[in-house]
């Protein structure tokens, strides 16, 4: 089979190091990839919103499958442009089509949807711009602190946790007078403030049946102890000790049973992942946010988890015909931690050298924001490196993954030094 994984974060790395190893793939291209998936197969240099180029590709290179990592394409349509296409429409895609992927392009359609099958979510109204005053009097009824939401992808940026009243009357202004999020701004999702402990769980479907993928923890925050900026992700564990068998089965029976069967009953085109953003409050699951691919740095740890080869499984769900129920998986705990460019998530440097990359035997390394050329391994973006160890316990894992950071180097590299501390203890 000929693999087309579009993407290039540390994601794209830990699926393609997967399916690489799979006896049924015979080529596999990552676009745009990044250095790490140049070990995995060919990196293209093509641009995810560019439907045309992708389809030249797709025909070129007799590609049997695609694989869409972030949720981007999707969100653009990248499903539908395959399935109206005469040439590309038997062409197995992984992902949904647009209007599934509102699930994650658009809070509202998320909370409507979860309203509709019962789901359990935070408590919310939605507001538009023209009902300015309502929203501004329904923030200065509601208890503290309060959860305002930009609708649309707003690249992680468009949802903030508000203590008093002014600081949510603030969100409304620089939403609706200063355009902060432009269009993804039209719509405000105003929230009841969840409180508990978050884990992200994951399922394939075919959009009628599903299998469990692992679950993990992710850590966001810039800082130690969960202080400072929002990140795209500085670590990761899995799997969840907290999310023990009883709580994974609520899990199943509240949220993911009913998401499949609304998905079906709505006759929704959804052939992917989906990725539930879920919090426990004292031993009952909520979904904070839905996502209609897979996390990252959560596929990092996810992945090397998972005993079966997943690449018969991923074309089984994305031609409709998902017969797998569960996967084998490793015992082991997985322990990811993020080595970023000093300044992230606000202003970094790039094109900084990597060093020492070859030191390290015992653990996993997956390439975010990396490029070659003949001088070497140089730094392109804020995520650069996830450093990924397996072990009987968390702390085995986690020491690993510290071991092979102290070989690795580049100028102002930083990194979390708690990534699984809080974990320690059940
Ligand atoms: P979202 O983009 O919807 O996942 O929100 C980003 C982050 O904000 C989440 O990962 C949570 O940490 C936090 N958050 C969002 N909604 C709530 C809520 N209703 N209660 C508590 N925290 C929330
Ligand atoms: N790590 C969170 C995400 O992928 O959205």
Known sequence: MNILLLGSGG???????????????DALYIAPGNAGTLEEGGNEALKLNDF??????????????VIVGPEDPLALGIVDFFKNDLLLKNIPILG???????LESSKDFAKQFMLRHNIPTAQYQT???????????YVRKHTLPIVMKADGLAAGKGVVICNSAEEALQFLNEVWEDQKFGVSGNKVVIEQFLSGIELSVFALTDG???????????????????QGLNTGGMGTVSPVPFADAKFMQSVEETIIKPTIQGLQDENINYKGFVFFGLINVDGSPYVIEYNVR????????VFPRIKDDILPILFEAANGNLKTTSLAVHPEYAVCVIA????????????????????????????AGTEENENGIY???????????????????????????????????????DIGNDLLNY
Not at 11 to 19: F, G, M, S, T
Not at 96 to 102: I, T
Not at 342 to 353: D, Q
């Open 11 to 25: 994601r794209e790395h830990a699926i393609a190091w997967k399916i690489g190893q799979s006896p049924l793939c």
């Open 52 to 65: 045309n180029s992708i389809k030249s590709f797709v025909i070129e290179n007799n590609i049997h499958f």
């Open 96 to 102: 949904p089509d647009q209007y599934g992927a509102q």
């Open 127 to 137: 507001f538009t711009q023209s009902e300015k005053t309502q929203a501004e009097d």
């Open 208 to 226: 009628k049946n599903y299998v469990i993928l692992p679950n993990a923890k992710d850590y966001k925050r810039i800082g130690e102890g969960d």
């Open 294 to 301: 897979m996390g990252d740095p959560e596929t990092e740890v």
């Open 340 to 367: 970023v460019s000093g300044g992230y998530p606000e202003a970094y440097e790039k094109g900084k050298k990597i060093q020492g990359l070859e030191k390290v035997k015992d653990s996993i390394i997956f390439h």
């Open 379 to 417: 730094t392109t973006g804020g995520r650069v490196l996830a450093i990924v160890s397996m072990g009987d316990t968390i702390k085995a894992a986690q020491e690993k993954s510290y071991d092979a950071l102290h070989k690795i180097s580049f100028e102002k590299m930083n990194y979390r030094k």
